[in-house]
Structures are given as structure tokens and as C-alpha cells.
């Protein structure tokens, strides 16, 4: 009874892997649906990731009275699990007096964009 059961299981396995590969588009397609998913996932990610730091921020500050001198302060005081990474494993700063959160991925971009006008 558990071999008809395992053979079912193994051809439907195959089966549906097939109708997949069917109905897949040409890899080059693909591809660059992928990587445009991945961009927009990476900035999404970026995205949340900031989020969550201001949030700590406001929490640590609520119960503090008075900001976090860094986001190392808000690790070290149990506001956020570990300092955080994004998917390019560049992290995150905190500027206290702005109370501003930033990527170090979005400013290398930034940084990026500028230095082709400087060239011009």
C-alpha cells in the first residue's frame, strides 16, 4: 500500500515538473524578469529594513527620553536583534541630530548618479 502510494506521489511529482517546463518562457525572458524582480525586492528590502530601525528609534526614545546614540546602541539594548544587512551585505547609519535613517547601498547610489554631471 505505501509503494502505490510513493509511485503515485513520484509521478505526479514528475508530471507537474513537466506541465512546468512546459509552460515556461525562453530563459532570456526569463532572466530579465528576474533580475528586475530582484531589483525591485532588493529596494523593497532596503525599504522595510529602514522602517524597522525608525521604529526601534521611536520605541527606544519612548522609553528612554532621549534617542539612540547609534544603531549599535539600539542592538546592544535589546530594541533590534542584530544590526542590519541588506541583500548587498551594506549596512544601515543613524544620524541622531537629523534623525535621519540612510542605506549605504541608496548613498553609493546617489553618490553614483552625481559623479557622471561632475564629469560633464
Given at each position: 500500500m505505501r509503494v502505490i502510494k510513493?509511485?503515485?506521489l513520484i509521478?505526479?511529482?514528475i508530471l507537474s515538473s513537466l506541465v512546468f517546463c512546459l509552460s515556461c518562457q525562453p530563459a532570456e525572458q526569463y532572466v530579465e524578469v528576474n533580475i528586475?524582480?530582484?531589483?525591485?525586492?532588493?529596494?523593497?528590502?532596503?525599504?522595510?529594513?529602514?522602517?524597522l530601525i525608525e521604529t526601534?528609534?521611536?520605541?527606544?526614545?519612548?522609553?528612554?527620553m532621549r534617542k539612540p546614540k547609534n544603531i549599535r546602541e539600539l542592538v546592544e539594548k535589546g530594541y533590534i536583534g542584530s544590526?542590519?544587512?541588506?541583500s548587498f551585505g551594506n549596512g544601515?547609519?543613524?544620524?541622531?541630530v537629523k534623525n535621519i535613517v540612510t542605506?549605504?547601498?541608496?548613498q553609493e547610489i546617489e553618490k553614483q548618479?552625481?559623479?557622471p554631471e561632475k564629469n560633464n
Open positions: 510513493l509511485k503515485n509521478l505526479l511529482i528586475q524582480t530582484l531589483s525591485t525586492a532588493q529596494r523593497h528590502d532596503i525599504n522595510m529594513k529602514i522602517k526601534a528609534i521611536i520605541t527606544f526614545e519612548m522609553d528612554n544590526e542590519p544587512k541588506d544601515f547609519k543613524y544620524d541622531p542605506s549605504d547601498t541608496f548618479k552625481k559623479e
